[in-house]
């Protein structure tokens, strides 16, 4: 968190070094990622897209803006929608692989890859004033020290009937404080399995490096917000929240290789890992 967001001032970890290690991070694992994310781990399939496509409310033909796209996995779903799409992402590595799986899939007319730094309020800005119906940020708002210049940015790259949608490791529920617990029970003879999550802290955690996904080669550094820090930005940048969800895996319990690993997020059904949130112009 940074201090210009006005929270976690005493952080004891230094956000300027994380913050300059972000990028290195990223590109360190962009064909990593790109290989793990393909075109839609279960986190995007069943939490992060459904969620997002819903709260976007697109109609085709509108011109949208992707930030921080990743290997372009929503992208390339917001131009099969027939969205006319900008994609941007701080990594050059992330966005030389986001434009060829997007050549490949035959949608390389209606996305526009370009790099950008999202922390950096005139870099955004140049996309153009009001060139955009819509705006995405998935799974990325964590990743970045300060969030303030890129909601001042598409506060005004956005028409005014606009809206972002943003999706983010739920703040409560999934963050450098939580512990993931399984415990097992007998209950007169039956084994109950119960899982649940441990939150040590959520007001102020600090900033600090995790993993995205199992196994990936380097850890990046996250920037914990809690809810009314997340929504203030929102706020502080002219924006109201009118729209939100909260996905879990509930009803599809042991669906997948990954549910049989005990602590995957997929057997927490009654926890959401995930919150996606509308933010329209007012
Ligand atoms: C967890 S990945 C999510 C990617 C994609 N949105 C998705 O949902 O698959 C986070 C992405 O944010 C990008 N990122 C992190 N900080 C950024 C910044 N300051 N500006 C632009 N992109 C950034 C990383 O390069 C990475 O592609």
Redesign the pocket.
Known sequence: MSAADGVNKDSTVSETALASQ??KA?EEK?VF?DEM?GEGNAF?RVL?GPAAERLLELQPGETVL??????G??SRRLAELRARVVA????EK?VGLARARTEKAGYGDAVEYLV????DEEQMLALGEERFDAAV????LM??PTIDPLMRALRRLLRPKGRFVF?VQHPAFNSKAVTLVLEEEDREGTLVETYSVKVAGYLRVPPGKGA?MPGEPVPHPYFHRPLSELFGACFRAGFAVDGMEEPSFAGREGGSRSAKIALSWENFVEIPPVLVARARPI
């Open positions: 972000a990028h990223w962009a990622w994310m995007q992060v992707d930030v921080a796209c990743g290997n996995v929503f941007t992402d701080f990594s992330f950008a730094d999202a922390t940020c998935n799974m990325a990743d970045m999706s995205g």
